[in-house]
Every structure is written in C-alpha cells, then in structure tokens.
C-alpha cells in the first residue's frame, strides 16, 4: 500500500511518527498534527485549509439564504408599527416587540375566519386523502390479487395524462360544488403518487408476518388495521404531511372554485391582502391608527404570513425526521 | 388464504382443500399461478377490491370524466347548452390554436423557462448534496438537512410574496439602498427582462434544497470500499468524485432528467400566474396560465380545452419518448417505479 501515492504515504507517516515521540518519552510535547475529524474514514485525506472555508462560507450562504427572510418576517411581525416605518419596511433588527400584530388579525376578521377555513379543509381533506389512499394502496400491495395490474394501470394513467383545467372546472361546476369547500378537497383527493409510496411500502412488508396473521384467522381489513398500520407509521407520517402541506398550502384552486370571498381560505387572502396589498374590509387592518399604537401596516401583513407558516412548522419536525428513511426514494427507485 | 377461504375449503374434501390453499396462498405470495379460477379470486379478495374502490371512484369523477369531457376541444361549446348539446367543429378549434401567435408565444415562453432552469436549477441539488455528503459530523449535517428542506414545504404565495418583500420595490433591499442615500429602486419583480432569473431563483430558494433529499439518498448506497479501493489507487478526492461518486448518482440524474423532459410543458404555474400582472404577460404568459384565461376568464371554453389537450398529448408523448430514451441508454426509466 505504501507509496501508492504520495499524498497516502505522507498522511500515514504521521501516525508512527506521533506514536514514537511519545512513546520514547524524550520531550513531553507532541508533534502537533491536525486533529481529525472522528467521523472522517481513515483513508480520506486531510482537507485543504482553503476547501475547509469554502465549504463552510458556501453552506453558511445556502442556510442564510433559507433563514434569514424568514428572520426579518418575524421580527417585523413582532414590531410596532413605528419601528416597521422607522426601518422603512422590513424589520432586521429588533427593537420594540409586541404580540398586536397577531392579536389584531386573530381577533375575528377576514384572516381569522379564513385560517379557520384553511384549518378546516387542511384536516377534513387529509383525513379523506390518506385513508382513501392508504386503503387503496393495501389493496393493490397483494401479490396476485384479482385484477391488481388493470387497477393499478388505471392509478398510473393519472400521473402522465391530466384532464386538464378547462374540462375539470366544467365537472365541478356541473356538479354545483363552485363556492363550496368539497370543491377544494375531492378533485385531488387521490394522489397516485402517494399511493404509489404507501403501496411500495406495504409490498416491502415481509409476507410471513402478514400470512402468520392469516393463519390465526384475520382477514384484510384487520391485517391492514392491526398488522401494516402499525408498522407503516412513518410512511403514512410522511405522506399524511404531503397531502395536508398541499391542502394548506393550495390556493389556485380556490381561485378557480371560491368566488364567495368570505370562504377565502388563508393563502388566497395572503395572496390579495400581502401580495397585491388589497385592503381587506372588515378586518381593521386597512386603517392606519398610529396615534393610537395600533399595530397596522407592515407587521400585519408579515403576521399573517407567520400564520401560513406556523401550522408547517409544528409538523414539520415530527415527520422530517421520517424523510431520509428510504420513504421518497424507494418510491422513486421502486 | 384468508380466514374467508380457509373456512370456504374446508367444506371440500381434503386434499383437494390443501392444494387450492396452497395455490391461494402462493398465488398471493407473489408466484403467478393461473390455475386459480377468477370467480374463486374475486370472492378470495373482494375485501382488497372494496379498499380500492373509494379511490377508483374518486378518480373516475374527477380525473376520468374530465378526460372525456375534452370532447369540447371539438365542439363549439356553451355552457347553456352543455357538452351533451352543443354542436360539433371538427378541428377548428385546434387550427385556431395552432393559427393563434398568443398560443405560439406561451409554448416559446414554456419552452424557454424550462429549458433556462433546466441549464441553472437542475444542477444545484446535485452541487449541494455533493457538498453536504462532504460534511463529516452527522448532526450537522442533519441540520442543514432540515433547513434547506423547509422551504418545499412553503406555498408559492409564502414564496413570491417573501421575493417580493426582499426585492420589490418597497422590498428590503431597496429599502436599504434608500438608507444608505441611494435613490434608485431597482425593480426585480416586474422587469421582464430579468423574469427568468428571478423565478428560477425562487424555484432555487423553494425546492432546491427539497431536490437533494435523492442524491443523499443515492450517495448512501455508495459502498465505502469503493472510495477505500481508489484511494489505494491513488485516487484524489476529485478522482473519487469523478469516477465513484458522479456514477452512483447517475441513475438518479436521468431518472431526474426524464421527468423533467416529460413535464417540459408544466413550469410553475402557481408561481407564474401569482406574478403575471407584476410583470406582463409577454414574458410570463405559458400555456397553462393561457389556458387559464381563455377559458375560465374570457370564457373561450371550447379553444382553452383544446389548447390545453395539445399540452396534455404533447407532455405524453414527451414522458413516454423520454422513458424509451432512458432504456436507449439502459437506465431503469420511470416505469419501474411500479
């Protein structure tokens, strides 16, 4: 193995060296060699100083990027409103904090009433979406059930043709669900993809467990409720946060289906009131009452941006954890 | 098989009860056996067909009948009368598309963003997943991995709304340069001419981080005795990258690739329709928002549908050629994927 390479051989010269100036004891002191990283393989080579920095100033760039719009989000909606017109917007710093900005759209309102709507369909939609999915996903994970390859062509064709927008819009609107919240739940209820992931995973299950189960006289519904539920917890974690992460956060469809802007869920409200900066009426939020130390303006409209945000951020880490485990590649790579 | 079965058979005599059990149950563990009568096989799995049944009808409703109700493509159609009375067209609808220099704009306009994110979005994961593989200490690494990740999970609303505050006119950034004395608002969310840039940074700053999630996949079934073996062969750590390291993600790049050719006609339609007024339709109009407004806002029904069919048809095509490309080059494609 030795002088393979000149850069292996001088990386190993070290260690012999380290052991001898210590062993024979002739100067207390130790040659001084970089201090390895526990978690680097023996065989890699030492970085350059100059890579080392790099990386670190590149990575800190990529997660201050990510970060720190969404710091000066929050430090403006926790400002005053002089200190948001004092900064001339967007708050970096923060000064003087205060809860009214949350307060004030959370006390009824358009915004309020709108995140109740957007809770509402989130949690309705993603109970309908999962248990439909996980249901057909268990149905179609049986090897050499009766007509699983015709059912399961009938899922993929969904992926590569869509209807399109014009013909799904007349269905619903034929069906009479414009303006009402099943408009904004059934037409997507049905992900073949995330049913494609649940089905990856149950197949993945091992089949002696699920025929041991047989055996001792259950049947499909309790194999899937007592036997692959409970092993496929993180999976349906993971799709679970899909479906809900794509209730909450769509807003087209309700820009096609609500016209009735009192049903407005969150994200169309943000889009009118924070984007294209519509005064919304009735909410309080248009007037500007500095006098008074009322919380208006800026730090309003980046707290109910926080407010669109929040729900993703309490679930978020308990299903993040779940994403690496194989579950989005092992659909992809089936 | 099932319970149902197994107390089914036993009122046969016996060994011919064993042997259908054992055909049942091999047939479900995944060996073919044709020997076991249809009838036998949906009464053996009704329970399965009643699980998948919600779904197919969730989807005959609502992907299935839209499919058919493209037939408007070719007829000239109103609401009044519905599609079961309107009269047919033929193809004028179609000639009108393809005559139409609006259409023909929205196509070039799709064609261009794709093919600009294709050159500047797509391989930034690949970068930044190389890179974050490259971090030794787990928690760190676990870290960045949660950060970048979150992004994905903003809506476009949260996304363009965050640009805007950032970059608009009464953005931080022009903020800042107005504290520091310099009059000059830069527009970055309505000038045309830097359109592009900016919604493939979005789409950088919302899913990029998101797109790594693959390769770190991929990177972790690299066997280490691979990198081990090269050092002793005096690879350096680009070799290792070049010849070990590029290879194990290759499957996934064009895995990647091929999706992103088959949705070639789909970019960000959220995202463009959010900021279509900002910035003009000459440069944002694709065909999905053109669909959009011909049909449910201007009311054109029978000409969005068919506009919108040649997308579909074409974005078929598109995934169906590419996934033969893939088997050309003997990648595994996206079929397996069932």
């Known amino acids: ?334 | 098989m099932t319970d149902a079965r197994l107390t089914e058979d036993a009122a046969a005599p016996q060994p011919a009860a064993s042997s259908a059990r054992r055909r049942g149950r091999s047939a479900r563990s995944g060996v073919p056996q044709r020997k076991v009568p249809w009838t036998t096989r949906l009464r053996r799995d009704r329970s399965l067909l009643l699980m998948v049944l919600p779904a197919i009808v969730l989807l005959a409703v609502f992907a299935y009948v839209p499919m058919l109700g493209n037939v408007i493509a070719w007829q000239d159609y109103s609401p009044y009368q519905g599609f079961l009375h309107s009269p047919f067209v033929g193809w004028s609808n179609f000639e009108r598309v393809f005559d139409n220099p609006a259409f023909l704009t929205a196509v070039e306009n799709t064609l261009t963003i794709t093919l600009f994110q294709l050159v500047f979005y797509f391989p930034v994961p690949i970068v930044l997943a190389l890179l974050l593989n490259s971090v030794m200490s787990p928690r760190v690494r676990t870290t960045i991995q949660s950060i970048v990740y979150l992004p994905h999970f903003f809506s476009w609303v949260l996304v363009v709304t965050i640009f805007q505050q950032i970059f608009g006119g009464a953005g931080l950034v022009n903020q800042t340069l107005r504290n520091h004395g310099i009059d000059h608002t830069v527009s970055f969310m309505t000038n045309p001419d830097t359109f592009l840039v900016l919604i493939t940074s979005q789409a950088i700053w919302k899913d990029a981080g998101w797109g790594i999630i693959i390769f770190l996949a991929a990177l972790t079934t690299v066997s280490p005795e691979l990198y081990e073996a090269s050092v002793v062969d005096g690879a350096n750590r680009w070799r290792r990258m070049w010849h070990v390291t590029l290879p194990a993600l290759r499957p996934v790049i064009v895995l990647l690739l091929i999706l992103r050719l088959g949705d070639a006609l789909t970019v960000g339609f959220e995202q463009l329709i959010l900021q279509r007024d900002a910035v003009g339709a000459g440069v944002s109009e694709v065909i999905d928002t053109y669909v959009y407004y011909q049909g449910v806002i201007y009311g054109d029904w029978s000409f969005a549908a068919a506009a919108g069919l040649v997308k579909g048809v074409v974005s078929l095509a598109l995934v169906l050629g590419a996934n033969k490309l893939a088997h050309v080059f003997g990648e595994a494609g996206v079929y397996q994927r069932a």
Not at chain 1, 7 to 24: C, F, H, M, N
Not at chain 1, 120 to 136: D, F, K, N, P, Q
């Open chain 1, 1 to 334: 193995m030795s002088g393979t390479s000149p850069e292996i051989s001088t990386e190993v010269a070290v260690l012999p060296q380290d052991l001898v100036a210590e062993g024979t004891g002739g100067r207390p002191q130790r040659p001084r060699r970089p201090r390895r990283n526990k978690y680097r393989p023996v065989w890699e080579e030492q970085p350059s100083v100059a890579g080392q920095v790099t990386k670190f100033v590149v990575l800190a760039v990529v997660v201050l990027a990510v970060l720190f719009p969404l710091w000066t989000v929050v430090v403006t909606s926790l400002s005053t409103t002089q200190e948001s017109i004092r900064a001339g917007g967007l708050v970096v710093v923060p000064g003087d904090l205060t809860f009214r900005a949350y307060a004030q759209i959370l006390s009824g309102g358009v915004v309020t009433r709108a995140a109740l709507v957007s809770v509402g369909i989130t949690l309705v939609g993603t109970v309908i979406s999962v248990a439909v999915s996980v249901l057909a996903a268990y149905g179609l994970s049986r090897p050499g059930s009766f007509a699983h390859r015709p059912i399961l062509f009938v899922f993929l064709i969904t992926m590569f043709f869509g209807a399109g927008m014009i013909p799904t819009y007349l269905l619903v609107s034929s069906l009479n669900l414009i303006d009402t919240y099943w408009a904004l739940i059934l037409p997507g209820a049905v992900s073949a993809f995330n049913v494609l992931i649940l089905r990856n995973f149950f197949m993945g299950i091992d089949a002696a467990i699920l025929d041991a189960a047989r055996m001792d006289g259950a049947g499909d519904w309790r194999v899937l409720l007592r036997i692959v539920l409970p092993m496929s917890k993180a999976v349906v974690a993971v799709v679970a946060l899909f479906y809900g992460v794509g209730y909450w956060n769509a807003f087209f469809n309700a820009m096609l289906y609500i016209n009735d802007n009192t049903k407005w869920p969150l994200q169309l409200v943000l889009r009118s009131y924070v984007l294209q900066g519509v005064t919304l009426p009735g909410s309080g939020t248009g007037q500007v009452d500095v006098g008074s130390g009322a919380v208006t303006g800026m730090p309003v409209k980046m707290a109910v941006m926080i407010l669109a945000i929040v729900p993703i951020l309490v679930v978020y880490p308990f299903v993040q954890r779940h994403f690496t485990k194989g579950v989005i590649f092992g659909a992809v790579k089936g």
